[in-house]
């Protein structure tokens, strides 16, 4: 049971970063009931309070993960083809948690556990196969505590590919609307567009204007396409980007050219639900979210040249409003690949060697696996780093970044603390790359890089930020009244830190004294104390009820080559615990567009 | 340091998991100390002193020696990790004996466990009886088992003899089975008596010597021609082999060797 089961809190006298609400280390009391930021309580209320002192302390909203990769097939496939990732990584039981294992896939419960230990309360999956969609909500279902959705992977399916040959945004956008309800996925992810479907004939596309097998269409057309559906609809968060030619030296070009495309579109959230205050904007600004920009931010046309083109991307987006990007840095240590990048995988293998595994999904997409180490003694792997941390400090506007180790791709979740002392000290960072193959700094501009991230830019970077972009900032990511009680209180006197100690903000970080969910405390110095279940967020967008008719004649019609019968394709209602649907684009406002359309 | 005597209270049913008995941890407590560290049966933790009585006995010595005194073929990890001291096992051993062991002794009187001596880091190993399979090899997923130390098997070994094998030596006075050096990259294999099949399959480095018959040759390994007592590292064969190298199934240009003995006992 709760220890406080009226979600009533008085949170006292710490250090407070709520960058929504442009709170920069103010000393602020916050007032929380029945789970929810309010601006005072009663006196009887108060009297009922769970009262905690943050004297001294740094107080922050609880931590949003907008990219990482922590449930379904891809997730479970990494737990099973590596054993070995596991049998030195076990989480005993205790009174109220499950046991667990798994060092960079652990098993959901671990997942849930730690993220919360490290103050992170929401955390959405990256990639979710409409195939995969039930097995994406059965895990997400047993993931303990955090409040969670997934992104939708639409960028190579084949209906998509269609509509958009045939350049019919409208049953592109009744199609996604339909996907969207029928698998209770949240936003729009685009993997490799064009380029996954071909490598089901082992190819791959290389520019953004090739047109792809069979379909003849182009990665420009996609992603300008999913876009313009994703605005059409008015979806929480905008189209969510994995570049084409990730991995590949010289890439940067490509992911800013893809970047591009969009730049012409305005974001347009219309979204049906009460929005908590902020005082700074909590829409999002952007109309394209890069996933994973270290991936795709290489330089030079091989291996032996390689380098950073983390400058050149960073110079094109300090130049633009509509882009975020999530870093998917590289902490270093072990990590296993995960991405719906077939072809990348592959590419991966042939480098490295490494145990693999691929898999085509129908017409939907495609996914791949492969266990891999980074060395600070390897060249590349070190010019990975720089370029990890390169593409969060040279991006001047920290609303424009999110803090990501592309868990479990470029490292694991738990190493966000290391991540936070190389962004908070030039010499963290110096430290590390005398550690490092010398490419670290000679192929790269970090060495020249002195910018040290404050708490505040923190904030940003791993909740405001995180939240805003993924359109969650109507209750995540600040502490404004109506926000969700979601708070995490670190050992940190912001008057007193020395950021050149990293084993210092690592170990704070790493254990924050409590996380809060809902106005509970659920972990105290990395201890779980208490297990809520936590929510399951998606969007029911609505569309034009004759488009969605004829586009589910076309989908009837292909039905016959997937490899499940009709019936069996939506996920039921059942596989979600606490859901929490957002209505988008709802009809009163579709008909008034309606009506406008019909008086011109 | 007292020597360490745990002897067995009887038939143990569902198998203990007991990392504690190392010597290295044992050194320095009393009996009672020891006999309240926890073991794992199943799902619950018990006291060792529930599965063994502990007596400490005898004058110091420099190093901790633990003689457990009858069978524990139903009792896994015994020395787990050990890094000094001996223990002495009279009877049989169970599953994962000395597993990532880096230093010190094993003894065990009788047949040992699968997974024993995996991913060993240094050390000694003797089995004077029999091996069960996966012995001296790597963890399930893992592509470089042990790295250092000495397995020693007077009996025969089953299948996945030295798996991965990094570093160190096996060396088995009887037979192997089955993929005996699976993805070995260094180290010394010894087989002084026969092999089944897959011997040295996707070996990349390091040494396998077979001194009996192989039912199946592995088909990735080309003749290097024939040597007459060749010598390896500090041993001296006797007698004259075959030299292959291999696999070249598993990659272009792979560095494993393997012998074979040609004039063997009772064959021309």
Known sequence: MAANPSKTMIIKNGYLFDPLNAIDGEVLDIFIRGGRVVPSL?????????????????????????????????????????????????????????????????????????????????????????????????????????????????????????????????????????????????????????????????????????????????????????????????????????????????????????????????????????????????????????????????????????????????????????????????????????????????????????????????????????????????????????????????????????????????????????????????????????????????????????????????????????????????????????????????????????????????????????????????????????????????????MDEEVEKEMMRDVRDWFKYYTVGFANYPVPDKYLKNPVPIPVNVPMEAVAKEVGRWQR | MAEIKLVPRGRIGITVEAEVIRPDLLAGKTEDEIGRLIVWQGPRELPLSQFFEVELQGPAREETRIIIEGDVSRVKRIGQGMKSGVIEIRGAAGMYTGAEMAGGKILVQGDAGSWSGMEMRGGLLQIAGNAADHVGSAYRGNWRGMTGGQILIGGDARSQLGGGLAGGSITVEGNVENFCAIRQSGGLILIKGNAVRGLGAEMNGGTVVLSGAVESFTPGFIPQGVESDPRIGELQLEGRFARFSGDYAAGKNPKGVLYCRMDREGEE
């Open chain 1, 42 to 542: 009663s006196g009887s209320e108060a009297r009922e309070a769970t009262v905690i002192d943050a004297r001294g302390r740094t107080v922050m909203p609880g931590g949003v993960d907008a990219h990482s990769h922590v449930a379904g097939t891809k997730v479970n496939a990494g737990r099973l083809m590596r054993p070995e990732d596991h049998y030195k990584s076990v989480l005993k039981r205790t009174k109220i948690t499950h046991s667990g294992s798994g060092y960079t896939v652990p098993s959901v419960y671990k997942q849930g556990y730690d993220y919360a230990a490290m103050g992170y309360t929401t955390v959405f999956e990256a990639a979710m196969p409409p195939l995969e969609a039930r097995h994406t909500h059965e895990e997400m279902r047993a993931t303990p505590i955090l409040d969670m959705g997934a992104y939708m992977v639409f960028g190579n399916n084949w209906f998509i590919m269609r509509y958009l040959k045939e350049g019919d945004i409208e049953r592109a956008a009744a199609y996604v609307a339909w996907m969207m309800r029928t698998h209770k996925a949240y936003g729009i992810k685009c993997v490799n567009p064009a380029g996954v479907e071909n490598w089901g004939w082992a190819k791959n596309v290389k520019g953004l204007d090739e047109p792809n097998i069979h379909f003849e269409v182009t990665s420009r057309e996609i992603i300008r396409g999913l876009a313009e559906v994703n605005e059409l609809l008015g979806l929480p968060m905008s189209l969510h980007l994995h570049a084409n030619n990730l991995g590949h030296p010289g890439n940067w070009e490509i992911a800013r050219d893809s970047l591009m495309i969009t730049s012409s579109l305005e974001p347009d959230s219309k979204m049906e639900l009460e929005w908590a205050e902020t005082k700074e904007s909590a829409r999002r600004r952007q109309t394209i979210y890069l996933a994973h920009a270290q991936f795709n931010s290489y330089g030079g046309s091989s291996w032996r040249d390689f380098c950073s083109g983390a400058p050149d991307l960073a110079k094109y987006i300090n130049q633009t409003e509509n882009v975020v990007i999530d870093s998917g840095s590289i902490p270093f240590g072990p990590a296993t690949t995960m991405t719906g990048d077939g072809p990348a995988q592959h590419d991966l293998y042939m480098l490295t060697g490494q145990k693999w595994s691929n898999c085509d999904v129908e017409m939907e997409c495609g996914s791949g696996i492969l266990s891999l180490v980074y060395l600070k003694g390897s060249a590349v792997h070190a010019t990975m780093w720089a370029i990890g941390l390169e593409v969060l400090l040279l991006i001047d506007d920290p609303w424009k970044t999110i803090m990501t180790t592309d868990h479990p791709n470029g490292g694991m979740f738990s190493q966000y603390p290391q991540l936070i002392a190389w962004l908070m000290s030039r010499k963290a960072r110096d430290d590390t790359a005398k550690e490092c193959h010398k490419w670290a700094y000679e192929r790269s501009s970090l060495g020249g890089v002195d910018r040290e991230m404050s708490l505040y830019d923190i904030a940003i970077l791993t909740r405001a930020n995180s939240a805003r972009t993924i359109g969650m900032a109507h209750r995540k990511g600040h502490l404004g009244v109506g926000a969700d009680g979601d708070v995490t209180v670190y050992d940190i006197d912001p008057k007193d830190l020395n950021v050149n100690d990293p084993s210092y903000i690592i170990s704070r970080f790493s254990r924050p004294d409590l996380t809060i969910k809902d106005g509970q405390i659920v972990a105290r110095k990395g201890e779980i104390v208490y297990v809520p279940e936590g929510r399951r967020y998606y969007c029911q967008p609505y």
